[in-house]
């Protein structure tokens, strides 16, 4: 399946909710929350002016995050989003590294609550939201 979008997504970040529990996407920046869960950082760099107590992370997938290519390709500029994030699914469709990693992420979320934390401005066009769909994707019960 590929990922078809034409302005940032400007919607909940609060994604699949089974059973009480659920995964959303928040900024690192943001205060922790308890209902935070699992929390775990997709960003391949670490978020500038974050000491690692501060952000109090579980786990750092660097390997979910988009190519260093495609990244810098985005340079997060809301007009590029629509292309990076047909680019940044087709990846994750097809690494075996980010897939596996998009795995665990999914294991760990049948258990307990997951919040993906990224450090970009934009609530609305960035990786971790496109990352959220395609989790949200693979979820889907047809998809099993």
């Not at 699949?16 to 959303?24: A, Y």
């Not at 795995?103 to 960035?126: F, G, H, I, M, S």
Request: charged content about 30%; overall charge positive.
């Amino acid at each position: 399946m590929s990922y078809r979008i034409d302005t940032c997504i400007r919607q909940p970040i609060l994604s699949l909710q089974v059973m009480h529990v659920k995964r959303k996407i928040k900024r690192i920046y943001e205060s922790v929350q308890e209902d935070d869960g699992l929390r775990v950082l997709v960003d391949r760099l670490w978020p500038r002016g974050v000491s690692k107590a501060k952000a109090q992370l579980d786990e750092w997938m660097k390997n979910v995050a988009p190519s260093p290519e495609l990244r810098k390709q985005f340079n997060h500029k809301p007009e590029r989003f629509a292309a990076f994030a047909q680019a940044y699914w087709r990846e994750l469709s097809e690494d075996a590294e980010k897939q596996r990693a998009a795995r665990q992420l999914l294991d760990w979320n049948r258990t307990q609550n997951v919040t993906l934390l990224y450090a970009a401005k934009d609530p609305d066009c960035n990786h971790a939201r496109v990352l959220l769909h395609y989790l949200d994707e693979k979820e889907a019960p047809d998809q099993s």
